[in-house]
């Protein structure tokens, strides 16, 4: 009874804290759990590239993916992913098997890598097609507001269509009231 006792409370313990790393509304999975996925519905990967101890990634997390309007089109648009780069469990993708290399006390996962197009910077976010072909990396802190506008453009597919200046021409932001006596 006692090793049941703490099998269960060991359970809890590790479910609390996976959640509480990965909670709010976006829909997180694994990059296996979003290939899977696209096995019988089709759709766009958006990959959240971070680290533990990245304190921008944690702020991300707090301000931009916390916020709902983004979080709609995450879960809406795409597969979106949390991909810790410094994991150290293998990941086989297109036949070519990804693995943690060390370096000094930390290290790299090869998948972290190749989608960053190695240079390693904190977060990054990257956009994959629905084949897994890149469409772009986006390195660095995004607040919500800009965020929005990229999400928009690439989860909409107005890249395939048009280019960012005359996109950002006609973009329509859910984070800006109307100006008094504009009509809006």
């Not at 099998?7 to 609390?16: K, P």
């Not at 694994?30 to 089709?42: P, Y």
């Not at 597969?79 to 370096?103: C, H, L, M, R, W």
């Not at 390195?139 to 965020?147: M, R, S």
Request: proline share 4%; charged share 25%; glycine share 6%.
């Amino acid at each position: 009874m006692k090793k049941y006792l703490f099998f269960a409370l060991m359970t809890v313990a590790v479910t609390s804290r996976a959640q509480e790393t990965h909670e709010g509304p976006v829909k997180w999975m694994t990059f296996e759990q979003a290939v899977e996925k696209s096995k019988t519905e089709k759709r766009k990967i958006f990959i959240d590239v971070y680290t533990d101890w990245c304190g921008w990634c944690k702020v991300m997390d707090k301000n931009t993916f916390s916020e709902v309007q983004i979080a709609k089109i995450l879960n809406e648009d795409f597969y979106p992913v949390k991909f810790d780069a410094e994991q150290t469990g293998d990941i086989v993708f297109n036949g070519t098997t990804f693995k943690f290399i060390p370096s000094g006390n930390k290290g790299t996962h090869q998948l972290a890598a190749a989608l960053m197009n190695n240079q390693l910077s904190y977060p990054t976010v990257v956009f994959l097609d629905d084949e897994f072909r890149m469409i772009q990396p986006l390195p660095g802190y995004q607040k919500a507001e800009e965020f929005h506008k990229i999400i928009q453009f690439i989860g909409e597919d107005h890249y395939k269509t048009m280019k960012w200046a005359d996109w950002q021409t006609v973009y329509k932001s859910p984070y800006v009231a109307p100006t008094a006596g504009s009509g809006n």
